[in-house]
């Protein structure tokens, strides 16, 4: 769509109840427009924020069925919570999944943050990072076609390995601010993620955060995107202004000037007509 940045699309979350059938149309509208990828959060529960409590599907689940019904666009949970399943399980999953898309899957990776739906499921949300770190090694070697023995804190695998072998390394990506976890963990990394808010949905922004991490990764963005004066899907992080439409083209080829390399728009609103509109812009 725009030389030298890929861009892709986050299918819906919470913005409001979406069954299967419109959450695939979404994925194979993405697809036949042009995206390079699609993108699924992994949570399981938003309440207490001052709007009705709600969830959405289980992500790896949505991934996988995804998988199985494109051709071309790769496709990844942004991010995993490393927290929510055994890290063995994350990585014969991601491996799974990379075998139906025929190898168009990231494994994106992160901490997880939110406490209710923490401690709605009964996960354990003390020593967030640290429980990360074990996990993302245990996760990172097994894909990489190791035998793993790790006996950690919170986590231990004993002569753990993946079978059927994976035809490839599946790439690793980290979606974190959090300066410990990247430090500790991008060295490994094929690509860093940030969410918009953490940048302020500016190129400028994005250029100082990614100026931060160092390293040679990939760096990927989130960019909130408002289609046609946007319809209040997403609610306002931290007072940051959703990019209007009209001027996106212009913003992704300031995000690549600011050393972007992938822009993953979350569109407001979020469906069909969306995304065919704002393929069409760019």
Known sequence: MLSGLEVGVQLPEVERNIRWPELLAIATRAEECGFASVWVGDHMLYRGDGRPERGPWDAWTALAAIAASTERVKLGPLVASTAFHPPGLIARMAATIDEISDQRFVLGLGAGWNEVEFRAFGIPFDHVVARFLEAFEIIRRLVDGERVTLEGMYHRAEDAVLLPPPRRKVP???GS???RLLRASLPYADAWNTWYSWYGNTPEGFAALSARQ????RRSACVLVAVD???GERSSEDGVSAVESRRLGEHLRELADAGADEAILVL????ERSVAAVAELL
């Open 177 to 179: 601010q959090g300066p």
């Open 229 to 231: 004066g946007g319809a």
């Open 172 to 174: 690793l990506m980290v």
């Open 214 to 217: 160092g390293g040679s990764f």
């Open 268 to 271: 407001d609103p979020i469906d």
